[in-house]
Structures are given as C-alpha cells and as structure tokens.
C-alpha cells in the first residue's frame, strides 16, 4: 500500500513557516519522500503499518491548515502516469525506500 499525505500549510508568518518546516521533517524522519512540494508519500508494506504511520501523521499536524491522507494499493499507484515538462517519467520498478524491522 501506499501512503499519501496533501497538504496546505500557512506561512505568512515567521511562527507558520516554522510550523510548515516542522511537519514537513517530521514527514521525512517517519520515512514519506517528497513527490511535490505539499506532496509526501510513502510505501507500507501491510495495512497494519499503514495504520501505524496514519497514525503518526495525525500526530503531528499543525494547528492550522489542511492535511489529507490517502492510501492507495500497489495495483493503483501503478496506474500513476508522472510527466516531466513533455517528457513522460516512467515509474521505478521498486520503491525508493528501504524498510527494516
């Protein structure tokens, strides 16, 4: 499965950007890499630690803004087509992560 964190975060101040800069790395340390800048997704081995990282991204989001989750299954982020400019990216073979227990 995967998992997908959306988000909208203020920064008009100095205390929103600090806010917005925290739950970014937070997103990060948990093991989500950047698809796009407000975009953070990550690959769950089983439904069980999607749960668990679900749960952890709740954890931590900001007072203000807006945060969605979305969890999709391999079979659908298959189906994902990402371009670059003109040019078509065709998607690794394996996640980008490694995962130990």
């Not at 890499?33 to 630690?49: L, T």
């Amino acid at each position: 499965m995967w998992l997908i964190v959306f988000f909208d975060l203020p920064v008009q101040t100095k205390k929103q950007r600090k806010e917005a800069a925290k739950f970014r790395k937070m997103l990060e340390k948990f093991g989500f890499v950047m698809s796009q800048y407000s975009v953070y997704m990550r690959h769950c081995p089983s439904k069980e630690s999607c749960t668990v990282h679900t749960n952890r991204v709740k954890g931590i989001i900001p007072v203000e803004g807006s945060v969605s989750i979305l969890k999709i299954t391999d079979k659908q982020y298959g189906e994902i087509i990402n371009y670059t400019g003109k040019e078509r990216e065709l998607l690794p073979a394996t996640p980008r992560q490694l995962e130990l227990f």
